[in-house]
């Protein structure tokens, strides 16, 4: 029996101005503008993606003791954008990044219940934690949480959010044209949850929404992110690019679903996806080389490597080789803020290693640096792209992709105007919407309303 073949899901990142970006492009625009933020959407509307995707940051990074080159220009407020973007689309997915550590569930289930109703249903909440103390200087309760505290509590404020959900059952309000609008359910909105980080009471003055919920993502690769997806997602975000890795990555977390009584399709797998499109793969080769040098200039090139040596050097030539001094190893203080520098837990083999591949390929130190910070996910022709994302899908390495563009807004339009049309010749990716909301996109089932409760309101009460 033949295997079935898979529809792709595809979304659109905002990538804001970070290492993936070629802000200094004259094709780039606004980053903070609301302008730039609706072409964007709209793009992607235009192309059927099943949402748009915004990433969050509570701080402004530093590194040296200086503000971070490539954050400069702020980043707004994410539900600000997307409630302002519900306004403006009408079929595509909303997604925001919101922080776990340092947010309250009340607050945040209001807010997302709230662009649910104003979308029609078509709002996602990102779950995510925060782990440094640098963050937490611009919060109240400050600090950090180890690893598993921080998804312990991760855990309890999606459960407690999703109570705070549920706390409506989605008939309580009638109107009627004598006595005017009440409720027939005198519980309706409350809840109440006592837990080691949570101790809250009262009632949700948020009626259900369209999606009785927002679908809920995840980002987290360690083994505990991917126990949280797996227990609790809609959809995981993934960095594997390559079809062995993302094969590797796929049969892990799908597999792990079984122990929480979900099935197979109940959890997608998205990985970000960075693309160059050009006549010929030849063309779109040259570009990639081009948009990679622009990606990592001099001075980028040296922040890179100051995240793994721990120790200044700017005055470091990039054009030579790699520094003859070794990393220092302990706590790391020059990339204060910066996620990135956790994923190099032994920066002296990290060290060795660049120095190997610098010797073995005659790099400089800019030149590593393009080579081992990332590089474009899809590369080629039209024909090409398609045909690579169609493959990756069906042999189960991912459930589609989170397209994230060099230039923004408009980087997104080559995508949508040549390989869309390309993957729904191949009869895999939607020609139009069949659905109105988020769920209906991602073929995720409706959710059942929860069961009617009694005497809650007095619980609360006493």
Do not use: C
Request: glycine share 8%.
């Amino acid at each position: 029996m033949s295997k079935p073949v898979k529809q792709i899901h595809l979304a659109a990142h905002f990538p804001g101005v970070n290492n993936t970006t070629v802000w200094s492009d004259p094709a780039a625009g606004s980053h903070i503008e609301f302008s730039s933020f609706e072409h964007f959407a709209r793009t992607a509307e235009r192309g059927k993606f099943d949402f748009l995707f915004l990433a969050e940051g509570l701080r402004l990074r530093e590194q040296n003791g200086e503000i971070y080159d490539l954050d400069v220009v702020g980043r707004p407020d994410t539900f600000t954008v997307l409630a302002a973007l519900a306004a403006v689309t009408e079929r595509i997915g909303l997604t925001g990044t919101i922080n776990s550590t340092f947010n309250e569930p009340y607050e945040v289930a209001r807010q997302f219940a709230s662009l649910d109703h104003l979308s029609d249903g078509r709002a996602a909440w990102n779950v995510v934690t925060s782990w440094d103390a640098f963050t937490g200087e611009n919060f109240r309760r400050g600090g950090f949480l180890a690893e598993d505290e921080r998804y312990e509590r991760a855990k309890t404020f999606l459960q407690t959010a999703l109570e705070l959900f549920d706390s409506w059952h989605g008939d309580e309000i009638v109107a009627d044209k004598t006595s005017g609008v009440f409720l027939s359910d005198p519980d309706a909105g409350a809840f109440e949850h006592t837990d080691s980080h949570f101790d809250i009471h009262g009632r949700f003055n948020v009626p259900r929404s369209p999606q009785g919920r927002p679908v809920i993502f995840q980002a987290g690769d360690s083994d505990e992110g991917r126990e949280f997806a797996a227990s609790a997602a809609d959809a995981i975000f993934s960095r594997h690019s390559t079809l062995e890795a993302g094969q590797a990555f796929y049969t892990d977390v799908k597999g792990r679903l079984a122990r929480y009584g979900r099935r197979h399709d109940e959890l997608l797998i998205l990985p970000a996806a960075t693309f160059v499109i050009g006549d010929t793969d030849d063309e779109a080769a040259d570009l990639a080389h081009e948009v990679r040098r622009a990606q990592v200039s001099g001075q980028t090139a040296i922040k890179f490597l100051e995240q793994v040596w721990n120790r200044d050097l700017s005055d470091h030539d990039p054009d030579g080789p790699l520094p003859a001094v070794d990393p220092v190893v302990g706590e790391n203080t020059i990339a204060r803020g910066r996620a990135s520098v956790r994923m190099f837990r032994d920066p002296l083999a990290i060290a060795a290693e660049w120095r190997a591949k610098a010797e073995a390929q005659n790099l400089t130190t800019r030149e590593l640096i393009v080579e081992v910070t990332g590089r474009q996910s899809f590369i080629g022709s039209p024909q090409t792209i398609a045909e690579t994302i169609d493959r990756f899908v069906q042999a189960d390495a991912s459930d589609g992709f989170i397209l994230v563009p060099h230039i923004t807004p408009g980087g997104l339009d080559p995508f949508v105007d040549r390989v869309v049309p390309l993957l729904q010749e191949r009869g895999t990716y939607r020609t139009d919407y069949t659905g109105t909301t988020l769920r209906d996109h991602l073929g995720l089932a409706p959710l059942p309303r929860p069961a009617v409760r009694t005497n809650v309101s007095a619980e609360v009460a006493s």
